[in-house]
């Protein structure tokens, strides 16, 4: 234990710390309920919810509604892929395979290669799909390819790629953190009472693995949600939500903007709460399973 | 061990491989094959010309010592770069430290912990033009001193300059520092510390021989982090700098918007290289696989 004297010089900058992480927040919070008479800063001309209706009427020629449903659909289908795909290739690297170090390293790589470096190259690659497809379809006379086809750039394609090689190296390190800590005798046992390999996963392994999969799962919606440089350029015609915020920050000069932060803001604070409430009650059950069993806490 | 046994890691690793050949692995490659091709108004031809590469770097020898427009971004990037990895590190340090040797209950320090991360998952758009009623024209920092009569006329420098990108890009990835470094931190050995104060050592001597050194790949992950970040940034200058500021990520965004993309896979590789040119020189310090 530390002396006293940096104890107490620590704490008050760690509360300086935690000041400067939420201050500006808290003031975007109190800016949204500005007002109609009020601006973008300080003071509180009166207290209102006139700005939600202003968003609720829709600001400029954008639809950010249709924008929010696109980035909530996205952020659902690339957690659930990002869970899917972490927790196998988790339990792959419990064992050494030929290759295995080339997958760990390109995971790795994918998180300290330059966002928008990746971004230009999955635009380039759909860039040049969609002028093979266009020569191919010209080529053979394909009509509806001539007539129709204009990319295959889109949320479920390119730019669901995009997210998945910045969620996917998180959910493979958490997937890592468990396996480093997971105790197999409960999977020997499960084997030994008989249980094939599935029953063995599903009865023994995935219980005790659980509540870290919901962290995958937080990883993975959050990430999507509020994913901007990745996407950017390899997101088709259109936009998420963040990348229509981030436009918006140029056009929009009234506190009708913050109140689409603090709504948005809002969901990802709800997303948060539901999965430490999900994850708290997964531990509980486990816990209390594990009391069960006569066994100690894995 | 069955046929099916034997090969199940292939097909469980097989579906999260393919995501990133697609995605990362060929994308990369043709970054690298297009930066050497032509292109035309609307149009990329393959070919290999080093026009792409010759045009950056245009006159930026003949000129020297004053710099040409690549010079300069980069060098406002990687003052960017240094004046972010800096601050972060000792945030990071002091925080973690705090939060692993002078929080001494663990539940206290699970709680201190989630409250700094919970930032983290909010949007980064938010978190950047949160920024704007603090350090505005007509911001609180400016009617504070105002009115405590330090300054007479509003300082215009707080918002849409470096200062105002610096301070986003700190308060956006001071995390991406505190939560290595406190991973790290946590595996210390307390007997260590006991030990070098027995022998002797003061509460300097112990951080510098002993914290220190045994947090540095905590130190190093955090650094390769924050450093790759803002190299390719172009969001946090772009809202932050009033779009007045230079980036090499925004050179790479603006020609993509002009669908110059062989020019834009040419400043992509070069920053590529200088990226990893950087963390090659950092991870000889450390070796990350040891650390997961």
Known sequence: MAPRSVRIILGLFFGLFVLFLYGPLISVFVLAFQGPEGGLTFPMRGFSTHWFGVLWEGVGVVDIWRAFRRSLALGVVVMVITVVLSLMAGLAFRRRFAGSGAVFYVAVASLIVPSIVVSLGIALEFRLVDDAVKAWGRANEVEWVIRQYTTAMGLFTSAMGAQLTWTLPFGLLIMFAVFNRFDPSYEEAARDLGAGPWATFREAVLPLIAPALVGVALFGFTLSYDEIARTSQAIGGLNTLPLELRGLTTTVTNPSIYALGALTTGVSFLVIGVALLVHWLLRKRRAAQLARMGGGGA | ?292
């Open chain 2, 1 to 292: 061990m069955t046929r099916l046994a034997r090969y199940s890691p292939y097909f469980l690793a097989l579906p999260f491989a393919l995501v990133f050949l697609a995605f990362f692995v060929v994308p990369l490659v043709l970054v690298v094959v297009v930066s050497f091709w032509d292109y035309t108004e609307y149009s990329i031809i393959p070919d290999f010309i080093l026009t792409n590469y010759a045009e950056m770097f245009e006159g930026c020898l003949a000129r020297l010592p004053d710099l040409c427009t690549t010079f300069a971004t980069y060098l406002s990037t990687l003052k960017f770069v240094v004046l972010t990895w800096f601050f972060c590190l000792i945030i990071g340090f002091a925080v973690a430290y705090y939060l692993a040797f002078c929080v001494s209950s663990l539940h206290m320090q699970i709680v201190l912990f989630l409250i700094c991360t919970i930032p983290f998952w909010t949007s980064n758009v938010i978190r950047m033009i949160s920024w704007i009623p603090l350090l505005g024209r007509n911001g609180l920092v400016n009617e504070g001193l105002i009115s405590a009569g330090l300054i007479e006329e509003p300082i215009e420098w707080l918002l849409y300059s470096s200062f105002s990108v610096t301070i986003a890009f700190v308060h956006l990835y001071a995390l991406f520092m505190v939560v290595p470094i406190f991973n790290s931190m946590m595996r210390i050995d307390r007997s260590l510390i006991e030990a070098a104060y027995d022998g002797g050592a003061n509460g300097w001597k112990t951080l510098t021989n002993v914290i220190i050194p045994l947090s540095k790949p905590g130190i190093v992950i955090g650094s390769i982090f924050v450093i790759t970040i803002v190299m390719g940034d172009f969001l946090t200058v772009g809202v932050m700098g009033g779009q007045q500021i230079a980036s090499v990520g925004k050179i790479i965004q603006v020609e993509m918007s002009y669908l110059q993309f062989p020019a834009a896979a040419a400043n992509a590789v070069v920053l590529l290289m200088l990226t990893l040119l950087i963390i090659v020189a950092m991870t000889r310090i450390v070796d990350i696989r040891k650390e997961l």
